[in-house]
Structures are given as C-alpha cells and as structure tokens.
C-alpha cells in the first residue's frame, strides 16, 4: 500500500520495486493538526514531504493562499533536491498525515545505491543535491581530476548536469562547438574520428572525455554515438570558464594531463607554419607534412610554466593561440624577458637539436596552445627520412657557429682599453677574457705580489690601497688595473679590494703579450693608459684635504671619468689641521686667482709696513721729534695689529689717515678652506672668493722733514661693528609633497606602510604608485620600480627586496634605457601576495600587491604595479 502510494509521485514514476521498497524504508510518518504551519518561509529546507491524508495551503509573501494541495502531493520538491531553503509557506486545512524523507537518509541510501539518485536526477531533469557525495567520489575516482582538492570537486559536482541520451542517437557531432566537460555515467558511448580508417574508441564508465575541444576552444574533431541507452553528467562550457577561473587548478590539472595529435585540418596549417619557421625552411613538403603528423596539441592555461633552466630540452614548441613569455635571470639575480613568442613564432628549438638542458625559462602569459614536436617522435623521423636529420645538422652547425662570433660590441667597447679595437680585433680580445667575481670586501690583489692578470671592472667598484696605505681610490666599470706590473713584471704597488660586489675581466700576462704583438692599437691604447695613469697625481697621492667621505655602496651613473673616480680618495687630515700634506706649494697652488692676488695685496702691503713706514717712525724718533703717546699707540697698533685675524676665516688689512680717522683702504682676504661635500665620487670643490669691500687709494708717502710736520700714516685696527644678535626662529621644514597614488590600489586592498623615521633623517619615501589593468599591461604581469635621489636622476644599484609569505626575492636597479624601469619582478601570485622595498636605508613598503582586478582580486589576471621610490629626508 505504502509503495503504490509512492509510485503515484511524479518524481519517483519508473523506479524498480526494489528501489521504491528503499525509498519507502526510510521515509517517515509525521503528522500536523488543522490550522498547524508544516514549514515557514526561509527555513532551511531538510526534508521531502509527501501528502497521505488532508490538504494543505501554500502561503504567498503576504500571507494570502495561493494554491490548496491534497493527497499524493509533493511539498517541498524542487527546494529540497536543490539544496535551497523554503521559498514559502504553509499551513495544514485539515488534518494531515504525511511521509517525509529527510535529507541524510536519502543520502545515505544514494550512497549505496547511486542508480536511485540517477534515476530520480533523470525524473527531475537536473542532478540531485543529495547526489553530490556520490559525485565527489566519482570524479576523485579518474586518472584526471583525482589529484583536485576536496573543495574542487565539490563545487564540480554541484554544477553538474544530466543529460540522457537514446540508443542510436549523437551526443555531439564533428564540427559542433564543445558543450562542456563530460563523465560517462552509464551506457555505451562511441567516439568516432573524422580520419578514415581511425580507430573508434569506447567510452569507459566512469571517464572524463571531451576535455581538449573544451580547453582549446576548437570544435569536436570526432562525433559521439550511443550504442544503447546512456546517461552522461555534464558540466556546461560556460560554467566550466566560470569555476576554471574561480579555481585555476582546475585547467591547471586537465591542461597537465590531456593532449593529443593534431587534427586534419590544423595538420594543413602547421605545415604552412613550418614552411615559415627557420629551421624548417629548407625541407620538402613531404617532410614538412611528417612533422606535423606527428606534431602534439597542448594547452598550457595562463602564468603556468612550459619549461624551466636546467631542464632537458626534450621538445620544441610552435605557438597555435596566445602568447609565450621567454626569461632567464642575470648574473644580479633579476629576472628579464628575452623574448615573447606569439601565434607563429617557435621557441626551444635548440635545446632540442644540441641536447643541451634548457638555459632559459618559458611560461605561458595568457591561454595558450601549443603543437609540440618531442624529441622521441624527432628522432623517429629523422630514422624514416634522413635528409630531416641532415637539413637540421646544418642548421645546428650555422648557429652555434654565429652564437660563438656573436660578441656585444657596444657592452666591451665602454672599456677605454678596448674602444678603438676592430670588430675583428675586438672579437679576439672577448674570447681571450675570463669572467671573475668578487664579494664586497674581498682581496682581489695585495701589494708586493706579482702582476700575473691584468684585470678590467665589467660592474661594481675596486678601492685600490697603495703599500705606503695613505691615500687610496676607486675604480669604477669600464676601468682597469694591475697593467703596470703585468707589462714591467714589478710587483704590485697596490691592493686592490671589491668595494661592492665587483664583476672583473681577466686576462693573463702572456695571452696578453701575444695579443698586443698582433693588435698595434692594444698596444697603443694599454701604452697611452699607462701613461695618463703616471702623469697623474691623483694615482699615488691625491692631495685634498680633508676627512675622506664614505664611499656609497651604489653609483648613480655608470659613465663618469676616470679621473673623477680616481678622486675619490680616503684625505686624512694632518695634525696640525690646517696645513697641507704637499706643503705650502701644493697650498698655494689650490688658490683660486682672485685669492692669490689678495696675498700678494697683503705681502706688499706687509714690506711697506716693515720696509717703509716702521724705519720712517723710527727715525723720527732717534731724531728727536716728538711723538705723542697717543701717536705711539696708533704705530704700534698698525704694526701689529694691521692684519686682524677673524674667527680663522682669513684676514682684514685696514689702513687709517692721521687725520680725521677717515679709513683709506680695507682689504678682506679670506682662506681657501676646503668644504667637504659628499658625493659617490668626490670632486675637487672650487674655493668661494671674497671680493674687496674698499678700492684701495694711493697714499702719500711720509717725509723726514721736521718742520713743518707731516701728516704721518696712521695704520690702526678696524673695528668690527657690532653684530645684533641672532634671533631663533623656528623654522618650519616643508611638508613633503603628496604622493602620487593610483586609486584602483586602494580597490585591491594595496596600501603603504610609511618608514619609521625621525626628523633629519634619510629614507626611501614611495612617491608614486600606478596600477595597470590587463590591457593597459600588454600581457606583462610585473612590478615595475624605479629609485631616483633627491634631485631626480635615477640611482643605479640600489638594492631591492620582493617578499611574500614563505619567500623573497632580491635585486638591483640597473641603467635601463628609458622608459623602461630600472628593476622588474614577474608576478604569478593573485590576490595581496607581494610586497616591495628598498634596502640600505629605511624604506615605505608597498604591501598587498598581485595579479587580479578589482572585480576578480583573486584570478590570475595579467596587470602590472609600477612604483617610483625617492631618497628623501624626514621633514
């Protein structure tokens, strides 16, 4: 009675007695008394009511009935096998007597028997929620998806569809667009291809099919036929780019795993690429026609890596849809693009040919496909036709023979050494040096020991110490040492120490002679090196005063002079303080013109004092003149007293007449002192002059007449005019300017967290901070940096940091040609992963950055940050 009373329901026609006999096992009775709510609107829907006995009122939002079911009805129905909550109410008209099957008894029973949850799914014309246990485990169960999180596969069951197909009927034809991913449930299912005499396949029960037409977007190449009645789940091609962006894992993992040969038509358009591509060129048709047989479409989703350094090149790629990105990281540790490869173009081609590991890195920037010919099919090819092999040998033998001529002329001829080289002179000269490294503060070469290596500065700088360790420089790149002793066999006259991390060419003593008995101009142009290095003072004892100011740890420009470098010199102060370590010489000849005129102004005007007028006073005092004590003072005072110091600062000469005070001449002459400045290299400062505040007048000379007197020259001590004092007023520092700031930033959740500093002091302050959308970028997914000093210009070496949870990563700035930044990072993390700062100062950090829009923060969309930091101080 209880079955046949079930059967009647719509949802569970068709079902088996066995399977109604389960069903029935675990329902349950309940009952509710007239005017009784049986369920409320918005409340969890976690049980099937079937109606037995009485009537029921369906309640709209307003409480107004909208419909009066009875006996063999359904309450609840689309809302419980959806997994959805209550979507109205209602209340019992009469009595009620109802069975009720409660959501995890109807679990557990599709658990044990799923073909109960297919049948009702089929009914109710969409997969059950209840299914989605059962479901989970399937799609764990295949070779593709097993390895997916738990969360994953959830959410593909939720989304899953049935979908029944007849017994000699398609599920989808040759030439039809995907209509999504596709798990053989239960039946028989052939796949057809297009080829002629191919192999049909059967559809195992259980296997994930139609993946690679979904992941390529390209149309079904074989057709599907049901040989006897079939049911397939099927998770729509919309919905599959939905959660394959909601879960990049997802095209991750079937991209990973699914690929196959190429198609006949996309077998006529490679051969048209590979007639294209260099290393093909030259075939026949026919043997252009095998390689793309036995070509492999492969789809790599977006930011997932194709091939690492290191790698065995085992493969070569031609690119079908979107983009490949080339990289390798330099010798600093910073990662730059090589190249980009679009639709077209081929890349890894000459690992493959030499069988050399990979020496770059290769990732996809956007969906790609790729047709990938691997090294096991080349080899078979290259077995059936030999002249594969041999147009490739060739083609081997061309390049590697133009990579090893190829020599970056402009990189070498920075060197002054090798500037005025031929090409062909230049070349030779490149082959013969061998790269060396140093870290900051290592010996390179120490003073006494032989001059085995000359030694040129490709990056960084070497602080070059003589043996008496007085006076020491710096070389910077494009500079070399250690020339003298190599070509006088003499021992080193100096250590020489990495003052920063220091990049050097070497080369040795005799490969050198060889060289410069070939090349004249290397010869010429090591002689004329050796010469100016000679006539130079700066070399072996730089003469500025002064305390020597701390070397920076990174230049700002990669091309200043020689001699500016050499400057840049440790100068001791002596002990007196304020005399010169060359002497009264090398002091007098550091004035500046108008300073030596001036003391020359003073020694004439000192041989007057003591030559003419102090002999003339003292005459007239043996003869018995008269001279008042007042007279007396004023003599002594303009002898003594003439040349008035003020605060060391320099001299002031001032000559008095006798008559009426009147002030005749006053001169200032003002020391050269020195003024440190502090520069990455120092230069020698122009000394500030004073110019004379009195034109000086021609004065009478006195007589030794005694009658009548003369007005005798008086030379008295100006005197200094008070000074009022100085008023403290409170300056206010400058409010630094605002900060230029992308406001989609603030949208990703992007913020700065500002340097802990006080006033006074240095730090790197972000000043702008852009955001580029997918678009804006060109398929480029970086932060971009730039560092500038407080003038602007652009500092090269400073040192940077990329970090994130569980990592980070360093680098430098480099002397990029504008408008390229100076420091470029890949990004592969969405969301708020990465942070950036620069180092050797406190420093603003930019926190929260990723790929991602402000609409999707979390997908591996393509954008770029690009930062500008600037050295500044703390108002």
């Known amino acids: 009675m209880k079955i046949d009373f079930i059967r009647n329901a719509p949802l569970f026609a068709d079902l088996a007695e066995d399977d109604l006999a389960q069903i029935a096992g675990v329902m349950r009775q309940e009952n509710r008394a ?68 409660r959501d995890d008894a109807l679990r557990g029973l599709l658990k044990q028997k799923p073909q109960i949850g297919i049948a009702l799914s ?27 999180p738990r969360n994953v596969l959830r959410g593909l069951a939720r989304s899953l569809q049935p979908r029944p197909v007849a017994a000699g009927s398609l599920l989808f034809r040759s030439g039809e667009q995907p209509v999504g991913l596709l798990l053989m449930e239960e039946g028989a299912l052939e796949i057809r291809p297009d080829q002629p005499g191919a192999e049909t396949q059967q559809v195992q029960t259980g296997e994930i099919f139609g993946v690679l037409p979904l992941l390529t977007n390209k149309s079904y190449t074989e057709s599907a036929y049901a040989g006897r009645k079939s049911l397939v789940w099927v998770l729509p091609t919309a919905e599959f780019h939905r959660m394959g962006s909601h879960f990049p894992v997802l095209r991750r993992a079937l991209g990973r795993r699914v690929r196959s040969r190429l198609s006949q038509g996309d077998q006529t358009q490679a051969v048209i690429r590979l007639a294209q591509t260099p290393i093909f060129a030259q075939m026949s048709p026919e043997n252009l026609q095998a390689i793309a047989q036995r070509l492999v479409l492969h789809h790599v989703p977006a930011g997932e890596p194709i091939y690492r350094a290191g790698e065995p090149g085992d493969a070569l790629y031609l690119v079908d849809a979107g983009e490949t990105e080339i990289t390798s990281e330099n010798t600093q540790g910073i990662v730059e693009e090589l190249d980009r490869v679009g639709v077209g173009g081929s890349f890894g081609e000459m690992s493959l040919l030499t069988g050399k ?8 920037t956007r969906n790609t496909n790729l047709w990938v010919l691997y090294k096991t099919d080349l080899d078979e090819l290259v077995g059936l036709y030999p002249s594969i092999g041999s147009t490739l040998n060739q083609v081997v033998a061309s390049r590697l023979l133009a990579h090893e001529d190829a020599v970056d002329e402009n990189h070498y001829r920075r060197f002054p050494l090798l500037a005025n080289l031929s ?3 230049l070349k030779t000269v490149v082959h013969s040096l061998r790269p060396t490294r140093f870290r900051a503060g290592e010996q390179i070469l120490r003073a006494g020991s032989p001059g085995e290596m000359l030694y040129l500065v490709e990056r960084g700088h070497v602080r070059m110490q003589p043996l008496a360790g007085s006076n020491s420089w710096v070389l910077g790149e494009g500079e070399i040492f250690g020339e003298k002793s190599v070509l006088t066999t003499q021992l080193q006259g100096q250590s020489a120490y990495a ?15 060889a060289l ?80 030596k005129l001036r003391l020359a102004l003073l020694l004439l005007i000192l041989i007057y004092l003591f030559g003419v007028a102090a002999p003339s006073a003292l005459g007239r005092l043996l003869s018995g003149a008269e001279v008042s004590d007042g007279e007396a003072t004023a003599i002594s005072s303009s002898v003594t007293g003439a040349v008035a110091m003020r605060d060391g600062e320099g001299a002031l000469v001032s000559l008095q007449s006798t008559e009426g005070g009147g002030q005749l001449m006053a001169v200032a002459v003002e020391g050269a002192q020195p003024t440190p400045t502090y520069t990455p290299f120092p230069t020698n400062t122009p000394i500030p002059t004073a110019t004379p505040t009195i034109t000086p007048t021609a004065t009478p000379l006195p007589t030794a007449t005694p009658v009548p007197p003369t007005p005798v020259p008086v030379f008295a001590q100006r005197q200094a005019q008070p000074e009022a004092e100085p008023v403290a007023q409170a300056a206010s520092a400058p409010a630094l300017p605002p900060r230029a700031w992308d406001g989609r930033l603030s949208q990703l959740g992007v913020n700065v967290a500002d340097a802990s500093v006080v006033s006074g002091q240095p730090y790197w302050r972000l000043i702008e901070a852009k955001w580029e959308s997918e678009e804006e970028a060109g398929g480029k997914h970086h932060i971009y940096i730039e560092v500038v000093d407080e003038g602007g210009n652009r500092v090269v070496g400073a040192p940077l940091t990329i970090f994130w949870s569980g990592g980070s990563e360093s680098g430098q700035t480099e002397d990029k040609n504008p408008p390229d930044y100076a420091y470029n990072y890949p990004m592969y993390m969405a969301g708020n992963s990465y942070n950036a700062k620069v180092e050797g100062l406190p420093s603003d950090v930019m926190q929260g950055m990723g790929l991602g829009t402000p609409e999707l923060p979390f997908h591996t969309i393509h954008t770029n940050v690009k930062l500008i930091f600037q050295r500044t101080v703390a108002p």
């Open 34 to 101: 007239k005017g009784a709510a049986v369920y409320s609107a918005g409340e969890p829907c976690d049980a099937l009511l079937l109606v037995q006995s009485g009537f029921v009122r369906l309640l709209g939002e307003n409480g107004m009935a909208l419909a009066t079911l009875g006996p063999g009805s359904l309450l609840g129905e689309a809302e419980f096998l959806r997994g959805l909550d209550h979507t109205m109410g209602t209340t019992a008209a009469a009595d009620l007597e109802l069975w009720s099957l």
């Open 122 to 148: 089929r009914n109710f014309g969409e997969h059950l929620v209840q299914m989605e246990d059962y479901l989970v485990a399937r799609l764990a169960d295949t070779n593709i998806l097993g390895d997916l």
């Open 357 to 364: 590991n990979r020496m770059d890195d290769a990732s996809a």
């Open 423 to 425: 090409s062909h002179d």
């Open 499 to 513: 003052e920063t991390e220091v990049d050097l060419l070497t080369i040795g003593r005799e490969e050198l002679e």
């Open 516 to 595: 410069m008995m070939r090349m004249p101009t290397l010869s010429m142009s090591l002689s004329r090196l050796l010469s100016q290095r000679v006539d130079d003072p700066g070399m072996t004892a730089p003469a500025y005063p002064g305390e020597a100011q701390p070397q920076a740890a990174y230049n700002q420009a990669s091309t200043l002079s020689s001699q500016r470098r050499r400057a840049a010199a440790y100068r001791p102060q002596t002990e007196d303080g304020g005399r010169r370590a060359g002497g009264i010489g090398v002091w007098f000849s550091g004035l500046s013109l108008g300073a």
